[in-house]
Nanobody, 132 residues
Framework: QVQLVESGGGSVQAGGSLRLSCAAS????????MAWFRQAAGKEREGVAA???????NYTDSVKGRFTISRDNAKNTLFLQMNSLKPEDMAMYYC??????????????????????????WGQGTQVTVSS
């Protein structure tokens, strides 16, 4: 069982920044594939950013160049630095973990987990509100 606890959400004006954190349990955190998802009111949940155990990353197009995902394996913590926030970024943000990511068997150069699949553990979410 992996427990995830997000923090760092809040209210900012458009153009502002926030840094989300996710504390994860488990002795093998460094092997986990981790990701941030978000769900805005009335919309489906979407993947925002993911990072595998080797530090390879993937971002949804709408946040590229503005958001940065990172991890501190010594502290079992995942981060999402969000800059130049827009009203459309407003959502509940969730941390997710895949503790047993599939290996790269076909030469992708990264774990297949970066395709937003197989995340089975979820945090409770942290709200991000962006006002225009």
């Amino acid at each position: 069982q992996v427990q995830l606890v997000e923090s760092g959400g809040g209210s900012v004006q458009a153009g502002g920044s926030l840094r989300l954190s996710c504390a994860a349990s488990g002795d093998s955190y460094s092997n986990y594939c981790m990701a941030w998802f978000r769900q805005a009111a009335g919309k489906e949940r979407e993947g925002v950013a993911a990072i595998d155990s080797d530090g390879n990353t993937n971002y949804t197009d709408s946040v590229k160049g503005r958001f940065t995902i990172s991890r501190d394996n010594a502290k079992n913590t995942l981060f999402l630095q969000m800059n130049s926030l827009k009203p459309e970024d407003m959502a509940m943000y969730y941390c997710a973990a895949d503790p047993f990511p599939l290996p790269d068997l076909i030469g992708l150069g990264h774990s297949p987990c970066l395709a937003w699949n197989d995340f089975v553990y979820w945090g409770q979410g942290t709200q991000v509100t962006v006002s225009s």
